[in-house]
């Protein structure tokens, strides 16, 4: 047995709290690497390290990104009188994965839950008012606000509550809708299946 000061434990250790990684699941992963050190570990380390240096929370989305602001706010062709709504980085990359949006998003760092102490000041909620309240005057203020959250009770609820708060600036509030299963995520969903929803996207409230 490994003792806990030795490396490879520590490596077993830090992999096992990765979500979908249990303990033995962790212990496969780590002696599939061992096993091909040069091929899989190192280039695996390496990365590790140059993503950990260059990556950067995009101030305006919250994407992550090498640049600050990200690709996506960067892009001048992007429609920005479109804001999409979405729980996490992961379900940006699903919008962008299907081709279907040509807008800015806003990412607010996961869902109310009064059980792990998330409000929504934990929330990026007042950094989605801040936005739509500075694109008044542009050339292109925000228009619509598309709450693309999971349909799940913790994202249907956060959804409520964001549509609450944006009620008084006057934008137009969409939500997805057909396609989306209760319960379902967007990062699990397919290509036809996340398209159907956006184009049956919905008034919100």
């Given amino acids: 047995?490994?003792?806990?000061?030795?490396?490879?434990?520590?490596?077993?250790?830090?992999?096992?709290?990765?979500?979908?990684?249990?303990?033995?699941?962790?212990?496969?992963?780590?002696?599939?690497?061992?096993?091909?050190?040069?091929?899989?570990?190192?280039?695996?380390?390496?990365?590790?390290?140059?993503?950990?240096?260059t990556m950067r929370l995009c101030e305006a989305c919250g994407n992550l990104d090498t640049q600050n602001p990200c690709a996506v706010c960067s892009d001048t062709r992007r429609d920005r009188s479109m804001v999409c709504v979405v729980e996490d980085v992961s379900d940006l990359w699903a919008m962008?994965?299907?081709?279907?949006?040509?807008?800015?998003?806003?990412?607010?760092?996961?869902?109310?839950?009064?059980?792990?102490g998330v409000g929504p000041d934990q929330l990026r909620i007042g950094g989605l008012l801040q936005r739509v309240a500075a694109s008044r005057g542009t050339a292109q203020p925000v228009r619509e606000v598309i709450l693309a959250l999971n349909a799940t009770l913790e994202g249907q609820t956060t959804a409520h509550v964001v549509a609450e708060q944006l009620e008084s600036t006057g934008v137009s509030l969409t939500r997805l809708a057909h396609g989306l299963p209760i319960g379902g995520e967007l990062d699990?969903?397919?290509?036809?299946?996340?398209?159907?929803a956006f184009h049956a996207r919905a008034k919100a409230g």
């Fill in 188 to 196: 699990y969903l397919d290509d036809g299946t996340l398209i159907a």
């Fill in 1 to 53: 047995m490994l003792g806990t000061d030795n490396p490879l434990q520590r490596l077993i250790a830090l992999l096992a709290k990765l979500p979908g990684l249990g303990p033995r699941s962790a212990r496969r992963v780590a002696l599939s690497l061992m096993k091909k050190p040069e091929t899989l570990l190192k280039p695996l380390a390496e990365a590790m390290l140059e993503t950990a240096r």
């Fill in 96 to 116: 962008e994965r299907s081709g279907i949006y040509k807008g800015l998003y806003h990412i607010l760092g996961g869902t109310l839950s009064a059980l792990d």
